[in-house]
């Protein structure tokens, strides 16, 4: 018997742990949970060509080609796309709750997904518009780019119907996973889990985010039935004529039939805290303002999503399993949305073969997601820590004022260097202009 923390070798891989590890000749390295159930099968009695055989037996019927740790939009997405390019795939997806997808509705742009993705991604989506609105004190704009949204009911579905009757593919639900590391995940209750490529996407929860690090987009969604049709013909993506004394604030309306809107109320704050009662109470009145008779509530949601301006940057050739996700720093800094990037890197897996995943992981998508999201880091240092919470909504005016091609690639995080320039400086004024920084100091 060795210890786990000294090295271990077996079919040329150097396994490493922190709990003791069992070594005999022929058999190779075996954890406690593989142990055990070698001595259940073989009665207890420890022969060495049973257990060999035995554990040939439970590696076959443990070892899947991708094992996606957390069920969220990460992992919906890599299934998805691995699905579409290589049906046979030998996928197991492990999730702690009931159902894959959490509570969300994930909106994106069309310029978001690449044309393949789009695709895999097209029985997922619920709603889909021409277009959508953005309302500030004395301007608006209606942008003529497709916008859709996912909800996480119907991730649930496609992504179990992606998964049922495939043979060698597993869904693990209410499965909490304790330990993830390259090539096995160990799941509470013993049983461990082992395949070629390991995806480690547990979500936002485990990203290191906090105020010293980011603000916070956060807010509070009520999809609500009304008693009369709203007339609203696309998403109005902020209305910002609210009070902007806490910080850029606006309503996010989306109609999802001519008798349901999600109203969410936004606020881009330093503390992460959510008052979700007081927002509930300001989405009500909001909908009496704009003679929305809301008639009952279908559902609600909340978030709370950083805006870093700092770490939470995906690494190069991560030790251990691939980092996904938000948790892994694939998500937009300056939005606090994962879905383009997530669709990307779901892409780019689904776009090579297996072994070159296990070699290589996410490294070749590293350089331009840290490039892109340093900038985006300085964004919001500046929205943050430059500007006082009531001329905040100055810097999205200018932003949505910038030509539909910009706009496209800041949401998409493909900015060029010329759409970084055109954020920074330029005519309109009012956007991250120092010089408007400055007369507002005292606004502080
Ligand atoms: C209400 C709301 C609305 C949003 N709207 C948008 C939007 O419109 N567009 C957009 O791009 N982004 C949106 N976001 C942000 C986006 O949802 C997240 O950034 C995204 O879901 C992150 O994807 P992920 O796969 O990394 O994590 P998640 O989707 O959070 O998935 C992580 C999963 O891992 C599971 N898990 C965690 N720990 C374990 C464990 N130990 N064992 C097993 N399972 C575990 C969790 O239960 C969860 O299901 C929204 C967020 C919220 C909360």
Redesign the pocket.
């Known amino acids: 018997m060795i210890d786990g923390t000294e090295r271990c070798r077996e079919d040329g891989k150097e396994k490493r742990g922190s709990r003791a590890i069992l070594a005999f000749p022929g058999v190779g390295c075996l954890s406690h949970w593989e142990w055990s159930s070698l001595l259940e099968a073989a009665g207890g009695v420890c022969n060495l060509d049973m257990a060999s055989r035995t554990k040939r037996r439970l590696m076959a019927e443990t070892e899947y080609d991708y094992l996606l ?7 919906g997405l890599i299934t998805l796309a691995l699905r579409a390019r290589h049906p046979e795939t030998r996928i197991a997806i ?4 009931d159902a894959i ?8 742009h069309a310029g978001d997904v690449s044309p393949r993705a789009a695709e895999w991604i097209a029985p997922l989506i619920c709603h889909r518009w021409p277009g959508y609105v953005v309302r500030f004190p004395g301007f608006e704009r209606r942008l003529d780019v497709e916008y859709s949204a996912i909800t996480s009911d119907r991730m649930d579905q496609v992504v179990r119907e992606a998964m049922e009757g495939r043979p060698g593919s597993r869904l693990f639900l209410g ?4 330990r993830v590391e390259r090539g096995a995940v160990h799941l509470a209750g013993g049983q461990a889990l082992t395949a070629k490529v390991v995806i480690d ?6 990203s290191d985010a906090g105020p010293r690090t980011a603000g916070f987009q956060k ?1 509070v ?1 009520l999809e609500v039935d009304l008693a009369e049709p709203h007339g609203l013909d696309r998403p109005v993506l902020m209305d910002a004529e609210l009070d902007q004394a806490h910080g850029f604030r606006f309503m996010y309306v989306l109609p999802l039939t001519a008798q349901r809107l999600l109203l969410e109320d936004t606020y881009f704050h330093q503390s992460p805290d959510l008052d979700a009662e007081g927002i509930r109470a300001e989405i009500m009145a909001y909908a009496e303002r704009k003679g929305y008779k809301v008639a009952s509530l279908v559902r609600d ?3 709370v ?1 950083p805006m870093t301006w700092s770490g939470s940057l995906p690494e190069r050739r991560p030790v251990g399993a691939i980092a ?4 892994g720093g694939w ?1 937009h800094p300056a939005t ?5 990037i ?1 669709a990307r890197v779901a892409d780019h897996i689904a776009d090579r073969p297996l072994e070159t995943i296990e070699r290589q992981g996410l490294d070749e998508l590293v350089p331009r997601q840290r490039s892109q999201s340093r900038f985006c880091h300085l964004l919001n240092r500046l929205l943050f820590r430059w500007y006082a919470p009531r001329s905040r909504r100055h810097i999205f005016e200018r932003f949505y004022r910038l030509p539909m091609a910009t706009v496209e690639r800041f949401y998409a995080l493909r900015l060029t260097w010329a759409d970084r320039f055109r954020l920074l400086v330029g005519n309109p004024p009012r956007g991250f202009s120092p010089r408007y920084r400055l007369t507002e100091s005292t606004d502080r």
Not at 201 to 206: L, V
Request: charged share 15%.
């Open positions: 740790v957390g069920g969220g939009l990460q992992s492990v999730e702690r709750d997808g959490g509570n969300h509705t994930w909106c994106f499965a909490e996973a304790l996407a547990r979500g936002p929860s485990r807010f969604g949601e909340k978030g999503l996904a996700g938000f948790q998500f606090g949305y994962s879905l383009p997530a």
